[in-house]
T-cell receptor, first 115, second 114 residues
Framework: EAGVVQSPRYKIIEKKQPVAFWCNPI?????LYWYLQNLGQGPELLIR????????DSQLPKDRFSAERLKGVDSTLKIQPAELGDSAVYLC?????????????FGAGSRLTVL | AQSVTQPDIHITVSEGASLELRCNYS??????LFWYVQSPGQGLQLLLK??????LVQGIKGFEAEFKRSQSSFNLRKPSVHWSDAAEYFC????????????FGAGTRLFVKA
């Protein structure tokens, strides 16, 4: 079984440029999460989807961040425009199926560097 | 709201020595508790979880953790550390309040010396 797939793994951009990250969750997992991980910190939830519905986006900075999960499978997280402080690792996770609704399976992450 | 504290930013142990990583949580009801491990450049991998029942839970790679309600703790242990255990370890607490939410601690980085 393929795990959670994220791309790109690394991205370097200049400030004010847009960037997008893609995530394909484990097949059959209805819940998808985007987490932000700053250096030396634990993951912090940005948004959680149940199928195609964003059920918790309270921590998503909506002035510059957006996310979508149009068909309830893969998802895209976008930042426009990027700021220096957005440099971090963006982790995607999914849950559900036989693993249970409460156990998260993470992708390898997308590391963003904003210059 | 739930929260997690990992008091130790980093710990160094000798290979073959025992390990204990501390975790304290705050939550009003019985929480769901997790330990995840993150190797450099990788995502987080579940080591073990506690939902209910036996307070001593076994996980992968020889790890175990004990839930102590009176101390609001869920410490991770391993009797003999291997060099490959060097990584970042995250304790997490989950709660079903308006949908299941998992909150992570800041992590403890484990260094293993030969």
């Amino acid at each position: 079984e393929a795990g959670v797939v994220q791309s790109p793994r690394y991205k370097i951009i200049e400030k004010k440029q847009p960037v997008a990250f893609w995530c394909n969750p484990i097949s059959g997992h209805n819940t998808l999460y985007w987490y932000l991980q700053n250096l030396g910190q634990g993951p912090e939830l940005l948004i959680r989807y149940e199928n195609e519905e964003a059920v918790d986006d309270s921590q998503l900075p909506k002035d510059r961040f957006s996310a979508e999960r149009l068909k309830g499978v893969d998802s895209t997280l976008k930042i426009q425009p990027a700021e220096l402080g957005d440099s971090a690792v963006y982790l995607c996770a999914s849950s559900g199926g036989t693993g249970g609704a409460n156990v998260l399976t993470f992708g390898a992450g997308s590391r963003l560097t904003v210059l | 709201a739930q929260s997690v504290t990992q008091p130790d930013i980093h710990i160094t142990v000798s290979e073959g020595a025992s390990l204990e990583l501390r975790c304290n949580y705050s939550y009003g009801a019985t929480p769901y508790l997790f330990w995840y491990v993150q190797s450099p450049g990788q995502g987080l991998q579940l080591l073990l979880k506690y939902f209910s029942g036996d307070t001593l839970v076994q996980g992968i790679k020889g790890f175990e953790a004990e839930f102590k309600r009176s101390q609001s703790s869920f410490n991770l242990r391993k009797p003999s550390v291997h060099w490959s255990d060097a990584a970042e370890y995250f304790c997490a607490v989950g709660a079903s309040t308006g949908g299941f939410k998992t909150i992570f601690g800041a992590g403890t980085r484990l260094f293993v010396k030969a």
